[in-house]
């Protein structure tokens, strides 16, 4: 017998005040996907360290060309609130204070996935995708690899490319910037 469940999906706007008014825990881990609220995994030593690792080599490798945004909120429509682990940003005077990034400013987002890989590349990619992000990268802990999209169309990217451990990366926005 099917059972018909009306859900409840909420807007950017609605799940902000959520946060503002102190619904969650400081120490929740969340994104808005679909209007729907998800947990996030737990962050581990390898994970945090990947991220770690990012944010220095793009913070050298770019200096004051592009923000690099660390774990930090991404707009990337009515019902899509996600938490990249590394954004490179178009640089703006105010910091994002006045308005957070949405795609157009988004110029390579990196999700690290030790444990999330199956979520991040069904889930998330085909969502930057359709949302207009120009590059995805997926670091995946496991194998060594990263999985590279960019070329953005509604139905998911045009181009994608597996790196292995110590083969060169070239952001799309920075082709000049070897990794």
């Not at 009306?6 to 799940?15: H, K, M, N, S």
């Not at 729907?36 to 220095?56: F, K």
């Not at 006045?98 to 085909?126: H, M, N, Q, Y």
């Not at 207009?132 to 670091?139: A, L, N």
């Amino acid at each position: 017998m099917a059972l018909d469940v009306a859900r409840r999906l909420f807007t950017v706007d609605e799940y902000d005040r959520l946060i503002e008014t102190g619904f969650f825990g400081p120490e929740e881990r969340l994104e808005l996907v679909d209007g729907e609220i998800i947990t996030m995994s737990p962050i581990g030593a390898r994970h945090a360290g990947c991220v770690a690792r990012l944010m220095d080599l793009f913070i050298a490798r770019l200096g004051p060309r592009a923000l690099v945004w660390v774990q930090n909120p991404v707009v990337l429509g009515e019902r899509q609130e996600f938490v990249p682990d590394i954004t490179v940003l178009r640089r703006r005077d105010d910091y994002y204070t006045r308005l957070r990034p949405g795609p157009g400013d988004a110029l390579l987002v990196i999700e690290v996935a030790d444990t999330t890989l199956p979520f991040d590349r069904s889930v998330k990619v085909p969502r930057y995708a359709a949302a207009g992000v120009v590059e995805v990268w997926v670091v995946d802990l496991q194998r060594n690899l990263v999985l590279t999209y960019d070329t953005p169309r509604a139905d998911g990217y045009a181009s994608s490319r597996t790196a292995r451990r110590g083969e060169h990366l070239n952001p799309v926005s920075f082709p000049e910037v070897g990794l």
